[in-house]
């Protein structure tokens, strides 16, 4: 029909620009007037000093070290490992937890009460308070290991480049899960029970009611809250500086540190700049992800 | 069998449910609860080999330091610390709800292009390092390196885009006949937004604000490179500068650390409901 026009043929009244305007003019002046710069900083040789930030072109120069420079791949790489597994840790333990809380059972308010604490301790306490449970001499953990036998002798856990990585995941896994169990929870509460009803009189046991009712009707919610943490994880940088300061042997350098270094440490604009538009191209790719994830979701 | 209602699958099933809820309860709560041990412990206790577990007498006075209730001449870093945090998340929460409130709205009932909001959530997920040193040369330059102010206008920019989001799917699901009620009696926008949306949105609203004032209150990043002394570091900032420093006292830092986790805590206790809506409301209505 002619008459029926769908919402978004309409034309944009100028009205809602101007209700956008603070918004907008808020981001434009905090995120895309900083974006550009990091841009044109990328293209020169700038350096930090109190005098001023301002270099010459070089060109690609910049992106041609950053190609070369191995210490930047292993930072990538690292980045890499820590948010592929804390994501899916964070994913297989969410959903576990999801299904667990989705139980009928006493009690249920307080279990869940209880895992909504770590996701509310801030980032800096958390990433404190492991650190201090893994001191290589007083800590909790080597306490409680040698104690209970289970470890021969005390370990520095984050001082030993070969387990260092996977205690900053062990301290995100712990604070994040509950966020993946929240979202997780919400959407299993919104499939329907004949589902299960029905598949249980086809013969479906517990494992194909999960694969064949429980995960296609929380996917989609799932899929967002997985690519909404790995853009977070991807972007570490709070826990590894207060648990490890990129360290031992550079064993939990991330991006984010690597190019926090070449900046305030090394003074280099336009070597780190070149990083920052490549650290934001990789997250230009997931964030392109996430927005695919949501629009396949609201055409369904 | 002394519950006969109780079926032996049943029973099976509860102990499994039971034994499953502990082991999750224990994993969440014995660090935080271990946390709240240290800052209570003696230094002595806590640098014993093998490691003393319970406090023989639970000591209080590092709280009674850090709140300024008793003094042993060192500076306090923590109140100024609090008093930073309290203004910068406050303040950036009110700046992006103010700015937030009117672009939701836009985006709900005024046909904004939908594509506003996939740029806005877009600079929300660049990650913090790409706009850093810009932002840092350009607090500079206004001089407003080391300020709370510096940090609020950085802050309104890191939380509109979550709120803007939040706050849209939330109008979204309510009704406009009230509204359209009010346009009738010939209510101009901002009229309507004020007396008609803000009272029946206000749950949400609230949710949106508190998720904000915890993502602020949360951020280190920018404060870390923004802030240099007690005159703006937030109490993240503070707590890294002490965990990093010779500090030979656990109990001091973990006391720091218990007492910045409680606001926060107390928020996610009480508002619960209305947080975990808040969160997943974005994943599951889309």
């Given at each position: 029909m002619a008459l029926s026009m769908t919402r978004d043929e309409r034309k944009t009244p100028l009205e809602a620009w101007v209700l956008m305007a603070p918004a907008l003019a808020i981001l434009a002046v905090i995120t895309f007037y900083p974006l550009l710069r990091t841009l044109y900083f990328s293209f020169t040789d700038a350096q930090i000093s109190a005098a001023g930030t301002s270099g010459n072109f070089v060109g690609f120069d910049n992106y041609a070290y950053a190609a070369s420079d191995a210490g930047f791949h292993a930072a990538l790489i690292r980045t890499i490992v820590f948010t592929v597994s804390s994501v899916a840790l964070e994913t297989v333990m969410g959903v576990a937890v999801a299904l667990l809380l989705n139980q009928e059972f006493k009690g249920r308010a307080i279990a869940r009460t209880a895992i909504?604490?770590?996701?509310?301790?801030?980032?800096?306490?958390?990433?404190?308070?492991?650190?201090?449970?893994?001191?290589?001499?007083?800590?909790?953990?080597?306490?409680?290991?040698?104690?209970?036998?289970?470890?021969?002798?005390?370990?520095?856990?984050?001082?030993?480049?070969?387990?260092?990585?996977?205690?900053?995941i062990f301290a995100d896994v712990w604070k994040n899960f509950p966020l993946v169990a929240?979202?997780?929870?919400?959407?299993?509460?919104?499939?329907?029970?004949e589902l299960y009803e029905a598949a249980r009189i086809d013969g479906a046991g517990p494992w194909?009611?999960?694969?064949?009712?429980?995960?296609?009707?929380?996917?989609?919610?799932l899929l967002v809250a997985i690519v909404l943490r790995s853009i977070e994880a991807f972007r570490v940088f709070d826990i590894i500086y207060v648990m490890t300061r990129g360290g031992p042997i550079d064993s939990t350098k991330t991006v984010s540190f690597y190019v926090y270094q070449t900046y305030f440490s090394y003074l280099d604009a336009g070597t780190g700049a070149a990083y920052a538009v490549i650290v934001a191209l990789l997250s230009a790719v997931m964030i392109s992800g996430y927005i695919l994830v949501i629009r396949r979701q609201e055409a369904k | 069998m002394s519950n006969p209602s109780l079926s032996r699958g049943e029973l099976v099933r509860y102990v499994l449910i039971y034994a499953a809820v502990a082991v999750l309860v224990l994993f969440?709560?014995?660090?935080?609860?271990?946390?709240?041990?240290?800052?209570?412990?003696?230094?002595?206790?806590?640098?014993?080999?093998?490691?003393?577990?319970?406090?023989k007498s639970p000591d209080f006075s590092r709280y009674a330091r850090l709140l300024g209730l008793t003094s042993d001449g060192s500076e306090n870093i923590f109140?100024?610390?609090?008093?930073?945090?309290?203004?910068?998340?406050?303040?950036?929460t009110l700046v992006a709800m103010a700015a937030a409130i009117p672009a939701a709205y836009a985006m709900s009932r005024r046909n904004a292009p939908r594509a506003m909001l996939f740029v806005m959530l877009a600079t929300f997920m660049v990650p913090p390092i790409t706009y850093a040193l810009p932002l840092y040369t350009g607090l500079g330059k206004i001089g407003l390196l080391n300020t709370?102010?510096?940090?609020?206008?950085?802050?309104?920019?890191?939380?509109?885009?979550?709120?803007?989001?939040?706050?849209?799917?939330?109008?979204?699901?309510?009704?406009?006949s009230l509204e359209e009620a009010a346009m009738l009696d010939g209510a101009g926008t901002l009229r309507i937004m004020w007396s008609v949306l803000l009272p029946i949105a206000r749950p949400a609203l609230v949710a949106a604000a508190m998720l904000s004032f915890l993502t602020a209150w949360d951020e280190f990043f920018y404060a870390l490179l923004f802030t240099s002394d007690l005159r703006a570091k937030t109490l993240p900032v503070a707590i890294a500068d002490f965990a990093a420093g010779r500090v030979t006292d656990y109990g001091m830092v973990s006391a720091i650390g218990v007492l910045a986790a409680i606001p926060p805590v107390i928020l996610a206790i009480f508002f619960q409901k209305s947080l975990i809506a808040g969160l997943s409301s974005g994943s599951v209505k889309g």
């Open positions: 909504i604490l770590p996701w509310a301790v801030p980032n800096i306490v958390n990433a404190m308070m492991w650190r201090l449970i893994m001191n290589p001499e007083y800590g909790a953990l080597n306490a409680a290991l040698t104690q209970t036998g289970i470890l021969g002798a005390y370990r520095s856990w984050l001082g030993d480049p070969s387990t260092a990585l996977a205690m900053v929240f979202v997780a929870l919400a959407a299993l509460q919104t499939v329907p029970s194909s009611r999960f694969r064949f009712v429980t995960l296609p009707g929380i996917v989609a919610p | 969440t709560c014995v660090p935080i609860l271990w946390l709240v041990i240290m800052s209570i412990s003696s230094a002595q206790e806590l640098t014993a080999v093998p490691l003393h577990w319970i406090p109140l100024p610390a609090l008093r930073n945090s309290v203004i910068t998340a406050g303040g950036a709370s102010a510096g940090l609020i206008i950085i802050y309104s920019a890191l939380l509109l885009p979550f709120a803007v989001w939040l706050t849209k799917t939330n109008i979204d699901i309510l009704p406009v």
